[in-house]
């Protein structure tokens, strides 16, 4: 039995293209496709395709509110991206929202081929050309969680008292603790993030989102 392909895309020509790559097939129909958002969730709830080839850009907007609505309402519908946005948060945001698999329009028409298939199949399909990237990411990603975990609760808060321009006497008085700690937590930290001091620390800090910029003009510490 034929594999059913609907495909969106807001360029008809494009569009053509790809049916005739596809059509070449013996084990793909193309049964329909559509240039806009609405058109393209109305025929595919009408005509319930094996695999939906979705652009993420198109009239109407809102593709990643399809898939999604694909995912819970009609999960039989299988989700393949083909778009010229490679970016690792476009491909995350995807496949987050329920696509099986993500194509660049570079790709060469045997690769789409075998992505449909893959999808149609219930297999998730990267490009090669978008899976690096997107390792990378992740692998930063991590990074920065771990960098996260290995402060404390205490010595974050001691890095945002530095990067609104507090003196050690002023977060020992804030925090209740002593100078003495406060230096202390202030090794600890240096040793954690692998800073050299106070503004390198502030830097890496911003820099990895351990804490946000534009903190606050400190107030006034209130003496007992």
């Known amino acids: 039995m034929a594999i059913r392909v609907f495909h969106a895309d807001d360029h008809q020509t494009f569009r053509d293209g790809m049916r ?4 070449r097939e013996p084990d793909i129909e193309v049964v329909g496709s559509a240039g806009d958002t609405a058109e393209a969730l109305r025929l595919i709830n009408k005509l319930k395709p094996d695999v939906a080839l979705l652009d993420l850009s198109m009239p109407g907007g809102g593709v990643l509110a399809i898939v999604r609505r694909l995912r819970t309402e009609l999960p039989s519908v299988k989700v393949l991206i083909l778009t010229m946005f490679d970016s690792p948060a476009y491909v995350h945001e995807a496949v987050t929202a329920g696509a099986l698999g993500y194509l660049l329009k570079e790709a060469p028409g045997e690769e789409v081929v075998r992505a449909v298939r893959n999808v149609a199949a219930g297999q998730g399909y990267l490009m090669a050309a978008v899976t690096l990237p997107v390792l990378r990411k992740l692998a930063d990603d991590a990074r920065l969680e771990g960098r996260r975990h290995l402060l404390s609760d205490r010595e974050i808060e ?38 050299q001091n106070r503004a390198h620390a502030v830097t890496i800090a911003l820099q990895q989102k351990l804490i946000e910029s534009g903190m606050p003009v400190l107030d006034p510490v209130l003496k007992s």
């Open 158 to 195: 001691i890095l945002e008292l530095i990067a609104a321009g507090a003196a050690n006497k002023e977060i020992a008085e804030r925090l209740g603790i002593t100078e003495v700690t406060v230096k202390a937590h202030l090794r600890n930290i240096y040793a954690k993030i692998g800073a």
């Open 20 to 23: 005739l790559i596809l059509e």
